[in-house]
């Protein structure tokens, strides 16, 4: 059952990712990411990480999309010229990309994984108490810079965004 | 073993992993080959994603919280990255209209 599942959450994101790439329109473009994002939190409840499935639920597929929605809203439907200056840069990129696709998949053949040192309880696994517990001991330095990165990013994004000639 | 139990069925953390390559190239695709600002932004967002992947499937494979919390982190990180360089755009698409990415090539000299 979970394989099936697997499948059919791995073909849609590689749709969606197909179409993020493929498509004209930027609209299109970000609606094929949302396809990716829902099929991408299927994996990680497969996975059994319960948060990160909710939170790239609601921060991802939420907040971050819609924010994209409204820039697209904002800037107008921009339609993308076809052809670039550089005639040779496609077929180069894809040149590229295919040496690093090899590569990737060179280093997957025959790979073991390490074993778990210990044991744990699969059913607390990647659940809000057991996330929660981590962020504020283990990782409690970082989750604070994390806090610091977001109120600077929102700064900037108020900095930027205001109008010209407006000093208040 | 390379895997996992998943609801009685056993996963394979190698089938997770070649998702996220097949993710991460196309958004490098993406990246590379359109000319759109915007859409090069949604093509970041999609490796990140990608990275994403691995960060939870190695987390699952050796049982470790930690790779969770990281992703949790990498979120964060994205989430602001895609704020401020949206802003950005938007700034820029104010004073002109921006078909293609090699227009923006004053910081050059």
């Known amino acids: 059952m979970a394989i099936v599942i697997f499948f059919i959450a791995a073909a849609m994101a590689v749709a969606g990712g197909i179409g993020v790439i493929s498509f004209r329109q930027p609209i299109r473009s970000v609606l094929s990411l949302v396809v990716v994002m829902i099929a991408l939190s299927v994996l990680f409840l497969l996975l059994s990480a319960q948060f990160i499935f909710v939170a790239q639920v609601i921060v991802y597929a939420g907040a971050v999309m819609v924010l994209f929605l409204f820039v697209i809203a904002l800037l107008g439907p921009a339609k993308e010229i076809a052809k670039s200056r550089l005639r040779f840069q496609a077929s180069l990129s894809a040149l590229f990309v295919l040496a690093l696709f090899g590569l990737l998949w060179a280093m997957l053949q025959g790979v073991t994984y390490r074993q778990p040192d210990k044991t744990v309880d699969m059913s607390i696994f990647g659940t809000v108490q057991s996330i929660g517990l981590g962020l504020f001991t283990k990782f409690l330095y970082p989750f604070e810079l994390t806090s610091l990165l977001l109120l600077v990013a929102a700064i900037g994004a108020i900095y930027l965004s205001r109008k010209e000639g407006d000093d208040r | ?109």
């Open chain 2, 1 to 109: 073993m390379s895997g996992f139990d998943a609801g009685g069925s056993q996963l394979d953390t190698s089938w997770f992993l070649l998702l996220a390559a097949v993710l991460f190239i196309l958004g490098t695709i993406g990246v590379l080959i359109r000319r759109n600002p915007l859409v090069i932004l949604i093509c970041i967002e999609l490796m990140l994603n990608a990275a994403n992947l691995t960060l939870v499937a190695f987390s699952r494979q050796l049982q470790n919280l930690d790779g969770q919390l990281f992703a949790l982190m990498s979120m964060t990180v994205a989430a602001a990255e895609a704020v401020v360089g949206l802003a950005i755009l938007v700034d820029i698409f104010r004073h002109r209209d921006v078909e293609d990415i090699d227009d923006l090539s004053e910081l050059k000299g």
